[in-house]
C-alpha cells in the first residue's frame, strides 16, 4: 500500500504560481512512477505531468507545457508539481497517483494509488 497526501493547493490570482506537493508513505517511492491529474467540476479526471520513478523521464500535458514543473525527491518520498503563470482554466481539484510501471503514463488506469487531492482555484 502507498499513501498519497496532497498539499499546497489555494486560491490565486490569474499569473500567480503555486507549488503542489505529494508525500508519500508505506513503500518505497524510487519504485513508482507518479502522475498529477486534474478533474475541474462536470469534466473527466484528466493527465496534467507524470514523472518516472528515477526521475529521467517526464511529461507533460499541451496545456501547462512550459508552465508546470514536476520533480520529485524520493529521499523525502515527495513529488512536487510547481504551477506557474495560472490561467482561470486551470481551476480544479489535483490529484497525485502512483503506479508501479516503467516510464511514465498519461491515463489514470495504471496507476494504482492515489491522494485525496488539493483544490487549486485561479480568480481572473
Known sequence: QVQLVESGGGLVQAGGSLRLSCAASGRTLSNYAMGWFRQAPGKEREFVAGISGGGA???????????????????????????????PE?????????????????????????GQGTQVTVSS
Not at 508552465?67 to 525527491?73: A, E, K, L, N, Q
Not at 486551470?90 to 492515489?114: E, F, L
Open 57 to 87: 523521464i517526464t511529461r507533460y500535458a499541451d496545456s501547462v507545457k512550459g508552465r508546470f514543473t514536476i520533480s520529485r525527491d524520493n529521499a523525502k518520498s515527495t513529488v512536487y508539481l510547481q504551477v506557474n503563470s495560472l490561467i
Open 90 to 114: 486551470d481551476t480544479a481539484v489535483y490529484y497525485c497517483a502512483a503506479g508501479r510501471y516503467a516510464g511514465v503514463v498519461t491515463t489514470p488506469g495504471p496507476y494504482d494509488y492515489w
